[in-house]
Structure formats: C-alpha cells, structure tokens
C-alpha cells in the first residue's frame, strides 16, 4: 500500500501577526493533489493540525473543508493524532461519526492499541500525550510513580503493548508525534546536554520504536531531524519561521510492501514564500536590490538591518516596498552582561516565541538552535494548554 | 412518527460556581430513558446545547458522550440546531460525519432550506442567528439593508423560502431557536414595549411560523412561555436560577400523524434540586427548619436571609448546614437614588446575570421579570461571543 506522510499543519498559526491560512491552504492544494497523482491508500497527518489547543474559528472552517475533501469527496482514509498543539478533547469531538468514512484522528492513549487493519499493513495511531496521562491510563499506584516518570519509560510500557497486537503478517505502521533522538544526521544530533531531555520530557530513542516498519512522525518541523529511515519526521508543508526559510518544505510517499518500507520525497514548493533578508538599511531601499524580489504580498518577508537604518520608522518604510514583513530586527553585537544597554524598541507583533529567540540572541550573540527553539516553543505550548485546562 | 422535544441543555454551565453537569447528566439520562420507553423516531434538542461558544472540555466530552449514547448506542436520530449560546462553528465541526447516522446539527442559515424527509414530516431545522448573519447569506446590497434589520424582516424571508420547499403530503416540523412572541399564557405576556425589542433583535410573532405542522422552540427556559399549542418551548431540562426553581421541568413528546400534532408533556423530576429559602437567620440555623431538607450536597440551596445575620460570616454558616448554597442574597428594602448606601459586599462566585438582577433590584425594589432576565442574559452571551470573533 501507499500512503502519504504529512505533520505539523499547525492550522491558524500566524507570522510576525501575519495569517499564514491562505499559504496553508495553498499547500493543502498541493499534498491533495499529490495523494490523488501518486493514487495513495491514505494520508496520515502526524499531529499539530491546530496551531492551539482553543483554534480560532477561522482554523476550524478551513481544516473541516479539508477533511470534507480528502475523506469525503475523494474518498482518501486519514490516519492522524493530535499533536502537543491541538487540544486533543476538542480535536477528537465527534471522532466516532468520523471513522464511519475511514477519518481516524485519535486523541487518547486507549485509542492507541487498536491499530486500523489494512489489507498489508497494521496502521497504529499514538497521540502526544504527557506521562502524567499515562500514569490515569494505567491507573499507577503511588509507590510506582518512579517507573512512569519520563515519556521513554512510559513509553516502554506502551509499545509491547502494541507490538502484542501485531499480526506478523503484516507490515507495522506507526503515528504518533514526539521527539525521537537517535539521528543519523549531524546537523541535528543533539549534545548530551539536550539528548536526554528536551521540552520537558525525557527524550524517545529511535531503539524504542524498532519493532515497526515505519514510524511517520510529527513534531520537529524539518525532516532533517528524522532520527533513521524508517522513523521519519516528514516537517512542516508550510515554513514557519527564518530557520525555516532556507529548507525544503514537503511530504513522503511512503510505499508499503512484502519486502519493506520505501519512501520518496516530495517538495511542496510554496506560494507565498518566506524570504530573509540580510542587509544595510540602505541596500534594501535601494530598487536595484529590492527590485529583484516579487513584492507586494506575494511573498513574506524577514528582514534583518545591518547597522542603523537611517529612518524614523524603518518597518513603514520597508513594508511600503516588501508589503508583508513578517519580521524585522536589528543586528546588533553581543551584549556583555554586565552594559549598560538601552534596549531596542519591542516589536508589538512579536510572538512570544521569537521574543525569547531575539532576546537570547542579544545576550549570546547567537540565534537559538532548532532544538532550543522547539524547546522554547513546547514550553509555551504547554503554557498555555495548562491555561486552557 | 413521535418526537421527543427537549431544548437549552447549557452543557458546562454553572450555579454561583456549582457545576451542573451532575445533574445534567442525571436529567439525560432520563430523557434518553423516556425516549426508548416511548420508543420515539427522534429527538429534538433546540439550540443551546452548550453554554458557551468555547465550552469547558469537561463539557465537550460530556456532551460527546451524551451524542453518543443516543445516536450510535441506540440509533436514536438527532434533530438539533446551534442556539445563541452555542457557538455555531465548532458545534458544527463534523457535522457531515454525523449526519451519516441521522444526527444533525445545523449551525448555519444554508442548511436550514433542506428538510430532513421522514417518511410522514419533512423536519426543518433553523439554527439562531443575527441579522447580519442572513444579509451575508443573501448578499444584501448596500440599498436593501433596511429590509434586512430586524430578526421579524429576516424570518419574512426565511420562511417563504423552506414552504417552497413543503411537500403537501407531509407534515412540517420546524426546530428553531427564538424569541417567538404572541403568548396565549397570561404570565408570559409582553408588554407593548418589549414586544418588539427583545435582547437587541425585533421579535418573531407566532404568525410568521403559522404554515408548520409544529415548531419546537428553544431559549425561553420555562415551557410556560410558549406562545401557542403548536409553537412552544419545551424549556431547559435542568433548573438555572431561582426563577425556574419553582417551575416543573421536562419534555415534550410530540405525536405527528396524519390527523396533526399532539404533545404529551413529560416531567423530568430533578436528582439535585434546586431548592429557594426566605427566611431570617435565626430561622435559617434552626434545627427544626433545616432538618426539613435534604442537604449535604443532595440538593442545592438558593438563599434569602430577611433581615441581618447574626454572624460574622453568614455564607460559611449555612455552607455548613446546607451543603452547596449557590446563591445567597439579603433582603433589602427599596432604596431611594438619592439616599447614601453602604453596598453589601458582592459575592465572589456570582455570574454577571445575578450581579445585574440584584443590582436592580436594589435600585427598583423589585426583581427582573424572566423577559428582562433573558435580555440581560442574552445581552452578556453576545458580548462574549462577540469577544471569541
């Protein structure tokens, strides 16, 4: 069988309080049609579909329409799990009526051990979820709270019990939405500092997951992050930041056979771009520069300033000649800690995230790696869905 | 075929900071009971099936649940629309998959045209909504917008539009959620001046909805209110305020034949109580008063002391003695505008609702009528739905 590896939708996200939606539906377009070229038997979306727990309204209508599409009118099965963005009570409202058609969104650790049986393969869908959950789910005794502490223990008790339920006649799939560490790719190995606990949790191995033929990930938006394989993080279809900008949005076909596991990448080459510029405040008023680039809101951009931008309201000026800036900052040197700073003037858009991000930054004189930006990001994620109760 | 018509279930609402839920699920449960007793070809839930647009998880899966027993337990089908506490799209999330085992939802104007055709009725169902809402749908020029003002101007054209679609050889049931004046019950007559504004929309009169068989109207809570033997509020299940702790609640069942609509009125006798005290302090400590009721979170307790408490703090008093007292006011004689008040210290757990109707009643000596009590009610729901966008 085929199936088609998507994740991190992250429906409503906004940029530097820019709406990303028509660039989301815009992919969307894009992966449905490729699930219909390539004929797949069904497209697994690996968590974050939502950006929040509490989506705005807007994100619901444009992520109904399409479910509507790929399940109803084209008739395509749909293997997701909620991811440490959705709010899973929310998400998983009505899931019942939904798998009636092959829709399968599941939202609760009970949901994880019944995989859905294809003709070749076992399709099992693990949501993100906190050990704490776990801990109500096997309803664990005050004395053994040690052993249920990190997701990797928990985690150890989970996947033999899925792997009891396999068939051995078929090929083992599995979704779910975590860090798993293990990567065969330097960019991303992590140092030992970060290796064993990131965002809070004790990190996943790649060995824990050995038993299935393919593990579609969600939650690390780069599919360079993919620990080996055949567990695979397939990122984002959508660029959601500068770290982003320059990497290569897309999908996986993920061709399922006797002989084993198969994936192809394919790039979803994005409408509304996000570009980054780096430059004198000079070189980017300047029309032989900026003359280079499709403007007026085909494309969004971030624009760092070298040195002093010799105007009283450089974003006014920028935006009049890019349209949408989606976030502008300075270049500045390392701050030693113990100057006297004036600081500079806080962008009202700013997200929290890249508050953090720019404010590191200016203490360290360098930028957040990706695996601290993720850090970053789930910390206020978990913020906000512990508000959210 | 035989309906059942209940309306205003207000999932996850809460008492001076009780939760319901208890005892919302108490009263389903008996209305599913009746249900399968009657064994009735449907149930009507007309509007406000949760009591905020962005219901507290605790609610969803509540409600969820409530869906599910009903529809895919028992293969009941479901004829709800959104009320003006609902809110309509995330209600309306996966309402297609619903619909596949007869459970509609209907959260927009657009669906409202297509009855659902049984074999004797065809069933149409009009979710609330603003004016605004319908000129959208009409695509209202600029010039014809004062045609398009009032709820009364709107339902002119709404309902010529769903008789069109009338097949002669059936009976038409309309489940909506309005306003609907025109009362043959004295006690719920309006006076000439609320008759036509009622929570900032023009009121629908009876005659508009004259061409249906039967219409099963929500947001009044008091069945009392309906405006004729045929149009009528099945009211809430469950008891919200003092005002409807003296009233009878329950359902209707509603017989279509041939011959045309007959309806049975049903009691739902409550689990938990709400039970209204007025009595002085002294009377209220007494053994040989309190003794009467079942306390001890049995039932929950509305009280008026008359006159001063003779207690440094009245509230933990009686909280010891009656377990949940979910509102407690002091009566108090009429002041003059003019006269200096020491205000009496306002009740951390009190809703907006209560706030408003005590302080009127302080300034005017007299309480809320229900008719000004929805006003105010609705007045707040659409400040806040207006904040959730």
Do not use: C
Not at 64 to 79: D, F, G, K, V
Not at 95 to 124: G, K, S
């Amino acid at each position: 069988m085929k199936l088609l590896h998507t994740a991190d939708w992250h429906i409503g996200k906004e940029l530097g309080g820019f709406s990303l939606l028509e660039e989301q539906k815009a992919a969307f377009k894009k992966i449905l049609q490729l699930a219909l070229d390539e004929q797949v038997d069904g497209i697994i979306v690996a968590g974050d579909l939502y950006d929040r727990a509490i989506a705005p309204t807007s994100a619901v209508t444009a992520l109904e329409a399409m479910l509507r599409e790929m399940n109803l009118t084209h008739h395509l099965p749909i293997y997701a799990v909620s991811g440490n963005h959705d709010g899973a009570t929310r998400l998983g409202a009505g899931h019942e009526w939904r798998e009636q058609t092959n829709l399968y969104i599941n939202t609760t650790l009970a949901e994880a051990f019944t995989p859905v049986e294809t003709e070749e393969a076992q399709i099992f869908m693990l949501p993100f979820l906190e050990p704490t959950a776990a801990r109500v789910y096997y309803q664990v005794a005050e004395d053994e709270i040690a052993d249920y502490q990190s997701i990797e223990q928990v985690m150890a008790r989970i996947v033999p019990e899925m792997v009891a339920n396999f068939n051995p006649d078929k090929r083992h799939i599995l979704v779910t939405h975590y860090y798993v560490t293990g990567s065969d790719n330097e960019d991303y190995e992590f140092t030992s500092e970060t290796n064993s606990r990131v965002g809070g949790l004790k990190g996943i191995t790649a060995g824990q997951f050995a038993d299935f033929d393919y593990v579609a990930l969600g939650h690390l938006h780069l599919r360079e992050a993919s620990p080996t394989k055949t567990i695979r993080y397939s990122g984002s279809p959508v660029k959601f930041n500068t770290k982003e900008a320059q990497t290569e949005k897309g999908v996986y076909i993920v061709d399922v056979t006797a002989d084993g596991v198969e994936t192809t990448w394919h790039p979803i080459a994005p409408t509304k771009d996000l570009i980054v510029l780096q430059e004198t405040f000079e070189t980017l008023t300047d029309p032989a520069f900026y003359q280079q680039y499709d403007r007026a809101h085909a494309n969004f951009f971030s624009i760092r300033i070298q040195g002093a931008a010799q105007s009283s309201n450089a974003r006014a000026d920028l935006t009049e000649i890019y349209g949408d800036v989606v976030e502008l900052q300075y270049d500045m040197p390392k701050i030693a800690l113990d100057q006297q700073v004036v600081p500079e003037p806080v962008d009202d858009d700013i997200s929290n995230e890249d508050l953090i991000g720019q404010f590191y930054e200016e203490v360290m004189g360098e930028s957040l790696t990706p695996m601290q930006e993720t850090l970053v990001s789930d910390t206020l994620v978990a913020i906000s869905q512990a508000e959210e109760g």
